[in-house]
């Protein structure tokens, strides 16, 4: 069987040719294309701010210290999430808690929130797993009666929406992933938007050293102060360039999300063995997950035959060595996220992935999966 990849970068060969003449120019930083891509960005979310930044781990970060977070404060985050999630968290001093998720959707549990807040609670963290928009009613008006910031990991979630509003604009700040698996790729990169302006300027200080002028405001070279202590976490303009060319083309390749995500519910069905969530329009559908009990089996299958697919995540971040050593973590406490891990399998959902390459993985499914 000829190999079906999980992942395909929708690049275009004029996106390329773009890129090409950006090198070419030798204006590599500070160019057009940034704020290009960050005016697009902003339009295509619906929000007051976007910021263009070198990771979604960056974007992470930066919206941790602008939050305030420091020693002693606790940011509960989902113990099933890509460890980025609680590294920001870490970065800045405090301490990650981690609750456990909701088995059916991937997404942090509201119960299990409930019993994590503490007196220290200063934060939350929400991921919206493999682009499904978690519940955010019951916990938009938690944190607003308990007063904690809600922060959103979006890295799954360009194009997922909730009560009509696009995710990352309920949250002080909503962090987005550009990771050559995701909806669109610059390689590496990532996006923050927020909707309040004093986070917006805090992230722009802090992702350039703390610079408080850009290239085109000075009067002279060097024509600059340091207002605070800041990072390089900046996105180079031709990694903007290729992130402005295909969110520019992006509503159509979202609609073949859809239509792929639709073609995997109407092929699987026919195996009650397979579980996977109803079609979700609200969901960008960065990959399609399902879950089945001889997991590890099926992997192999696949993998024998040139099918390739993902998990996410292998081990919820409660069972990786650094927390479990760090926090003495009893991984018995987070039943879902271990049965999670254990069973989920993320198929390919990229634009270019053919409906005949689709009906080949569903079949290869449809017969082993148990």
Not at 262 to 282: D, Q, S, V
Not at 309 to 327: I, N, Q, R
Request: net charge positive.
């Amino acid at each position: 069987m000829k190999k079906i990849k999980f992942s395909k970068s929708n690049i275009e060969e004029h996106h390329i040719t773009k890129v090409n003449n950006i090198l070419k120019s030798g204006w590599l930083t500070h160019g057009k294309y940034t704020k290009l891509f960050e005016d697009k960005f902003k339009n295509f979310t619906k929000s007051k701010y976007a910021i263009t930044v070198s990771s979604c781990t960056a974007a992470l970060h930066l919206s941790c210290i602008a939050s305030g977070f420091k020693k002693g404060d606790e940011i509960i985050v989902p113990s099933q999430t890509h460890t980025a999630t609680a590294h920001a968290v870490e970065f800045t001093g405090a301490k990650a808690i981690f609750a456990d998720i909701d088995y059916y959707t991937g997404n942090i549990s509201y119960k299990n929130i409930l019993k994590k807040i503490s007196k220290r609670t200063k934060g939350l963290i929400i991921v919206h797993m493999a682009g499904e928009p978690c519940d955010l009613h019951k916990i938009i008006s938690l944190c607003k009666e308990k007063k904690i910031i809600l922060l959103e990991d979006c890295a799954h979630s360009l194009g997922s929406y909730f009560d009509n509003k696009h995710l990352g604009n309920f949250g002080k700040t909503g962090s987005f992933s550009f990771y050559p698996t995701k909806q669109i790729t610059t390689g590496e990169g990532g996006m923050i938007i927020t909707n309040n302006l004093i986070f917006y300027k805090k992230i722009k200080l802090l992702k350039a050293f703390g610079i408080d002028k850009s290239i085109e405001d000075r009067k002279k070279p060097g024509d600059y102060n340091v207002r605070c202590l800041g990072y390089n976490y900046r996105m180079t303009d031709f990694q903007s360039a290729l992130g402005y060319f295909q969110i520019c083309n992006y509503k159509k390749n979202l609609k073949r999300r859809h239509e792929i995500a639709n073609l995997y519910i109407k092929l699987l069905h026919e195996n009650k063995n397979i579980y996977f969530l109803p079609y979700n329009k609200n969901s960008s559908y960065f990959v399609f997950q399902i879950f089945c009990t001889n997991r590890d089996k099926v992997l192999a299958i696949l993998k024998k035959l040139n099918i390739g697919v993902s998990v996410h995540y292998l081990k919820p971040v409660t069972a990786m060595y650094y927390y479990k050593k760090k926090y003495n973590i009893k991984e018995s406490e987070y039943k879902n996220s271990n049965k999670y891990s254990k069973r989920n399998i993320s198929l390919p959902v990229y634009p270019k992935l053919t409906n005949l390459e689709i009906k080949k993985i569903c079949k290869v499914l449809v017969n082993h999966c148990q």
